[in-house]
């Protein structure tokens, strides 16, 4: 078996960096996915596939994978920098504006 660990990316739909703390060990699909003639549902035979798990640390998540014998290839995050406003949503409404602000 074959997986990969990795910490999530932020969503690009928010600025939150929620479900970005935890490590997650993700199994590789064995077998191609195939189209149900019948439904047209996309399906596979490989269930692992669907196995998500998540663990505090990278070393918890390789730990894991030595013991249970997964092959497993660590994909460290890329570093990025906060972007924090130092006002904040506040700045939209200050008083002190030095330019002229309309809606």
Do not use: C
């Not at 479900?19 to 596979?44: I, Q, Y």
């Not at 998500?52 to 092959?71: N, P, S």
């Not at 890329?78 to 002229?100: C, D, L, Q, V």
């Amino acid at each position: 078996m074959r997986a990969r660990i990795f910490r999530p990316a932020k969503t690009a739909m928010s600025s939150g960096t929620a479900k970005t703390k935890s490590w997650v060990l993700e199994h590789v699909a064995e077998s191609a996915r195939e189209v149900d003639p019948l439904m047209g549902w996309t399906s596979s035979s490989d269930t692992q596939a669907q196995v998500r798990l998540t663990f505090d640390t990278k070393e918890a998540a390789l730990a894991y994978a030595q013991e249970h014998g997964i092959d497993a290839v660590v994909q460290d995050p890329k570093p990025r920098k906060m972007n924090i406003r130092p006002s904040g949503y506040a700045e939209n409404f200050a008083t002190n504006r030095r330019g002229a602000w309309t809606h």
